[in-house]
């Protein structure tokens, strides 16, 4: 429970226990110490009663009508004095200081809290060996615990407002020392999501700083590498297409001619003499199968290097590419919206556009089960964005990326672009978004 504690609670919850505890045990000092206090400041008095009550009744002894000495004794004590006389006959009357026991503005629960201790003593007055009466003692505590009172206000008071300055100090260096952790937590959340760019701000104690600037460096370390990868990809795409382009040419000059010369041959064989049994049908087969070996050839060819894209452009490519789905598919309702500046991007970026299309198309012909499908192409700023979308089966647990869309992928990153599957509202989405300022400054490959 305490580690899903917040820093600021681990750090405010001991000091307000320590801070409790104080106070708690300032009162129990409190208490223990303002008992002891006040019976000995009373101690004096008990003793003078007891003084003056042995002197009177010497004086009541020697005095010739000791009767009207006492009640002259009596007469002369003021009613606010500690020490009163109460005869036989009045029984146990109040004293007029009682009500000064408790004494305005202190709370009863803090005198119940000191435990103030009994003070009254009683000594005994004698006439002829007769009980008439008693001096008794009756201290008035009210300033005494007026005084602990202020004194345990003072000790709160005190504690309270250290409480209050600690705990500020604590906020502000915990706001402090947390602000920085903050942007540290930030700067590796960016750096989880491939985001290198913007720099960890130095703050904090020393250590903290430390952890920044080891930060920063190992962000400066990752973009390095980062960039050295896109370079390693973007080299790896550029042999790819030369390797597709050669191979294309190859196709196309040497294979194309060898096909249309055995086509040529095969029908002008036909004509030059009729069909016989099955001389004739083999001259037939050969027809056909040279003919479907030249249709392979041209798909083949269109999928090495398309010829669209250089002749018509990449708006007028994508548009053919969407027509041949729908004739291979019209069982899928194929919807598009295909920006006409398109045509102004050419080189490495408009091969990856043309393939991204064609190859998540092709997935949806193929392992979608789809009735329905959507191709955006459009240009953001300065970011071209594709979204292929279709209401098929979507794609396999785990999100793996097939063959097709691996490649895809790798030609993506290394246009720093990126390439995502999804599933949301019953659809399978392919986005791709790619960044065209630093794609049109590239030599196109021819």
């Avoid at 007055?125 to 009172?149: C, M, N, R, Y």
């Avoid at 894209?309 to 004739?327: D, H, M, P, W």
Wanted: charged letters at 20%.
């Amino acid at each position: 429970m305490w580690q899903h504690l917040s820093f600021r609670t681990q750090l405010f919850l001991p000091l307000g226990v320590s801070f409790l505890a104080a106070l708690v045990m300032g009162g129990v000092l409190l208490q223990s110490f303002a008992t002891g206090q006040l019976a000995d400041e009373n101690e004096s008095g008990r003793h003078s009663t007891r003084a003056v009550a042995a002197a009177l009744n010497n004086t009541l002894r020697a005095s010739d009508n000791p009767r009207q000495t006492l009640d002259a004794f009596a007469h002369s004590l003021d009613t606010s004095s500690d020490i009163q006389f109460r005869a036989v006959q009045a029984g146990p009357a109040s004293s007029p200081t009682d009500g000064l026991r408790k004494p305005h503005g202190v709370p009863q629960w803090f005198v119940d809290l000191l435990a103030v201790p009994n003070m009254d003593a009683t000594s005994p007055v004698t006439i002829d060996g007769k009980h008439v009466g008693d001096l008794v003692f009756l201290p008035d505590l009210s300033a005494d615990l007026f005084e602990k009172w202020i004194g345990f206000l003072a000790l709160t008071s005190l504690v309270v407002v250290l409480m209050a300055i600690t705990g500020t100090i604590a906020y502000v260096f915990a706001g402090s020392a947390l602000r920085p952790l903050q942007y540290l937590g930030q700067g590796l959340t960016r750096m989880r999501r491939g985001d290198y760019t913007v720099p960890i701000p130095v703050g904090g104690p020393p250590e903290i700083r430390q952890s920044c600037e080891e930060a920063n460096a190992l962000a400066a370390t990752l973009a390095q590498l980062s960039q050295d990868n896109r370079d390693l990809l973007h080299r790896l795409v550029s042999l790819q297409d030369d390797e597709r382009r050669d191979l294309a040419r190859e196709l196309h000059d040497e294979l194309g001619p060898l096909l249309f010369s055995i086509r040529a041959g095969t029908i002008a064989l036909i004509e030059a003499s009729p069909p016989v049994g099955h001389l004739g049908n083999a001259a037939q087969e050969v027809l056909q199968s040279v003919e479907a070996l030249q249709q392979t050839n041209r798909r083949i060819l269109d999928r090495l290097r398309p010829l669209y894209i250089e002749e018509l452009g990449l708006e007028a490519s994508v548009q053919t590419l969407l027509r041949n789905f729908r004739k291979q598919a019209p069982h899928i309702g194929l919807t598009a919206t295909v920006d006409p500046d398109l045509n102004g991007i050419d080189g490495p970026l408009a091969q990856t556009i043309y393939r991204v299309v064609q190859e998540a198309l092709t997935n949806v012909l193929r392992h979608a089960a789809a009735r329905n499908a959507h191709v955006q192409a459009i240009l953001a700023g300065e970011t071209l964005i594709i979204e292929i979308s279709d209401d098929g089966g979507g794609f396999p647990e785990g999100n793996v990326f097939g063959r097709g869309l691996t490649g895809m992928h790798e030609r993506v990153r290394a246009l720093s672009g990126s390439l995502s599957l999804l599933r949301a509202d019953e659809r399978t989405y392919v986005r791709c978004r790619l960044p065209v300022e630093t794609t049109r400054d590239e030599p196109a490959q021819s």
